[in-house]
């Protein structure tokens, strides 16, 4: 029963991670990082570029989501901690990594 749940929990959450950073990659429109802000177009010299590595990062970040998933096929304690380990620590991790993404294409 526990799978069950450990897979109805994550695979979503995967999921909507990497839909995050596929959305983010596609995007015409600058795409913002918190929630309630936005990022003009006026502000970023290559909107393109910006929005790649902005979707890279997400995508990478859902890694950790797709990776405790499959642990836990076989090892849910295992996965459990990989996913903690891997959101504490990720979370700091995205903040750094998208304020380099914005300085680097900040006008």
């Known amino acids: 029963m526990e799978m069950i749940i450990w897979l109805i929990t994550l695979i979503p959450c995967s999921l909507l991670f990497t839909g995050i950073g596929i959305y983010a990659w596609r995007r015409e429109k600058p795409m913002w990082f918190w929630s309630g802000s936005t990022v003009r177009e006026e502000e970023i ?5 910006y929005n790649r590595e902005n979707g890279i990062m997400w995508i990478c970040y859902s890694l950790v989501f797709w990776i405790s998933t499959i642990m836990g096929l076989w090892e849910i304690s295992t ?3 990989v996913l903690a380990a891997g959101c504490l620590g990720g979370i700091p991790i995205l903040v750094i990594v ?3 993404i914005y300085r680097k294409y900040k006008r």
């Not at 010299?45 to 570029?49: E, G, Q, R």
């Open 45 to 49: 010299t290559d909107v393109k570029a």
């Open 79 to 81: 996965a459990g901690l």
């Open 98 to 100: 998208y304020s380099r």
